[in-house]
């Protein structure tokens, strides 16, 4: 069974940081692009970030580029979002989501979502 | 980047109703990679239909969608109580994914 288990969300003030993991398992997890979408309350779904399977290759938004970083360990079947200068308008769910065939290439389409890390930036 | 537009944002309707939901794209959407996620309160969503009308594994055959180039549908044959969700559309022929502001069915 797929499954990918956010953790590392919380209450922040605006400029700090924070980092998100995702531990998943049920597939191997080397072979597949990952990404972090987000939601902010009430709002639609945005594409934050993606990782290539093993080359490592990236993609991030416009929004938040220069302040994160996507990253990923193969070895502990981990994905993390290092997020730094952190504003309100980054409040949101974060999404840990895995694209739906093995594969480098961004690819945004996606076949299974974890449960959702609540990022929060407020003073 | 390419802009997803739903209509409605919000549909109210009943048990065993046809519901259609419209997603329209700034712009033509290459081999019509298009995606419908459903999302319940609090959960994640989940892939529903992709390439425009092929159904993810398990999901009801109740659901379709079809459309190509900027304009897709969604419909629901007969409103179940468990599809009470938002949908969301999203393209996926281009990195940036961008997802539609999503569409409440509600009772």
């Known amino acids: 069974e797929v499954q990918l288990m956010e953790s590392g969300g919380g209450l922040v003030q605006p400029g700090g940081s924070l980092r998100l993991s995702c531990e998943v398992s049920?597939?191997?997890?080397?072979?597949?692009?990952m990404s972090w979408v987000r939601q902010a309350p009430g709002k639609g779904l945005e594409l934050v970030s993606c990782?290539?399977?093993?080359?490592?290759?990236?993609y991030y938004a416009d929004s938040v580029k220069g302040r994160f970083t996507i990253s990923r360990d193969n070895s502990k079947n981990t994905l993390y979002l290092q997020m730094n200068s952190l504003r309100a308008e980054d409040t949101a769910e974060y999404f840990c989501?895995?694209?739906?065939?093995?594969?480098?290439?961004?690819?945004?389409?996606?076949?299974?979502w974890g449960q959702g890390a609540l990022v929060t930036v407020s003073s | 980047d390419i802009q997803m537009t739903q209509s409605p944002s919000t549909l109210s309707a009943s048990v065993g109703d046809r519901v259609t939901i419209t997603c329209r794209a700034s712009?033509?959407?290459?081999?019509?990679?298009l995606a419908w996620y459903q999302q319940k309160p609090g959960k994640a969503p989940k892939l529903l239909i992709h390439?425009?009308?092929t159904l993810h594994s398990g999901v009801p055959s109740r659901f379709s969608g079809s459309g190509s180039g900027t304009e897709f549908t969604l419909t629901i044959s007969s409103l179940q109580p468990d599809d009470f969700a938002t949908y969301h559309c999203?393209?996926?022929?281009?990195?940036?994914?961008?997802f539609g502001q999503g569409t409440t069915v509600e009772i």
């Open positions: 989501v895995k694209r739906d065939y093995p594969g480098n290439t961004c690819w945004p389409l996606f076949d299974y």
């Open positions: 049920g597939f191997t997890f080397s072979s597949y692009a």
């Open positions: 999203q393209q996926y022929c281009t990195y940036s994914g961008t």
């Open positions: 712009q033509s959407i290459n081999n019509d990679w």
């Open positions: 990782i290539g399977g093993s080359d490592g290759g990236t």
């Open positions: 390439k425009a009308s």
